[in-house]
């Protein structure tokens, strides 16, 4: 009888992780972005090794992250009202098109040697002004794909697990491959995968949003963006909560190459097993906030990890062999989305439907739009003086963050869980 029990309760745990997976338009959706997302880690492995390689130096590095993805800072706002506004599928559908376009001129550039860093930096632009444009349709399609309401925090956690596990396998397949056929065919695989992804979504069926006669210019939808935004406490807080992070706890991420090279005296494996252990831990943690049946406890998390986050990243710059740095990068990456998971889904639960793609955008703002100041900081300070100093500094702040969020838990947690009670997401 109590083997039975124990296969039940084991049963309805794996159909609770994979549960948004019933809804078919998701299904269509997470097989051609899982193809596609292998792809996309192989080309991010291959630039900053490439980058690197090219420069030498890590200055250049925080500068490719910036021009990277300085234009969501920039755009997001304004697309998250055309977001909003219009029809999301077909505005990720074009987004993946130019995508698929932007990666083929990489390979061709890299394939036929003629690739220099200014070229590197002009597509990086494009990059990133392409993905103001899909990150806040991305977030809140997700919304859109899945039948129960109910199953969004599902969605979002399997959505980083896809993102993860593709962070798990693309690099290691890049680490490889660069050393066997250069970073050239990197790109080249992910500008083919992009197919995948774009067949996906073209599949995908849903009903068209009901749109007002005559929409609210965008002057003041912008307007009543913000004013929502950061006239509602808890979705203010987890937005400067993300941006502080994106500025101090994720940059690290951008000096994985040098600190591959310079502090474990590796080479493009190196970078590629370090990547890959920290999309394990990332792994593991989404797969554990899928398994999650309510987004009661999200506070917590976020209150915890953020914490434990800051003391990793403390914790790498005083590692210089490779079995110690591994550990250090999966409980890194592990934190770092059970934090992302945990907002990511609060606010989509907290938003008005209306007010969502705004929302969204603004979170793609602070998380996206925020990184690249900080990799221009993070490469700006390692090249004078030098990582493991760099990651101490940036380890402090976000730990100064966790700290912050911890002592306010009670009174932050007080501000969000009647907004989520009112729009039906506690059973």
Known sequence: MWFNDISSSSINSIRNIFSSLYSKNYR????????????????NIAMSWMVYRLTGSVFLLGVIGFTNQIPSFILSPFT????DRYNRLKIMRWAQVFFML???????LVLFNLIAVWHIIALSVIFGIISAFDAPARQALVMD???????????????????NGARLLGPAIAGFAIVLVGEGVCFLINACSFLAVIIALTLINIPARVRAAEP???????????????DTPPIRILIILVAVLSLAGL???????AYAKEILHGDSDTLGYLMSAMGAGAFLAALYMASRKTVAGLPKIISITVFLMGLAIITASFVQELYFALPVFFFGGLFMILTLASVNTLLQTLAAENMRGRVMSFYAMALMGTTPIGNLIAGSVASGMGIPHTLQIFGLITLGA???????????????????????YLS
């Open 28 to 43: 269509i959706y997470f097989i051609g972005q899982g193809i596609s997302l292998i792809g996309t880690w192989m080309q």
């Open 80 to 83: 998250g009202v055309l977001t």
């Open 102 to 108: 932007q990666a083929f001129v990489i390979a061709i």
């Open 145 to 163: 794909l899945i039948d129960n309401p109910r199953n969004i925090g599902n969605a979002i956690a399997l959505n980083s697990a896809l993102f």
């Open 216 to 230: 609210t210019p965008i002057k003041k939808s912008l307007k009543e963006g913000v004013h929502y935004t950061f």
């Open 251 to 257: 940059p690290y991420i951008v000096l994985l190459p």
């Open 402 to 424: 966790g700290a912050l969020f911890l002592i306010n838990f009670k009174k932050w947690n007080a501000y969000m869980l009647p907004v989520i009670q009112k729009n039906g």
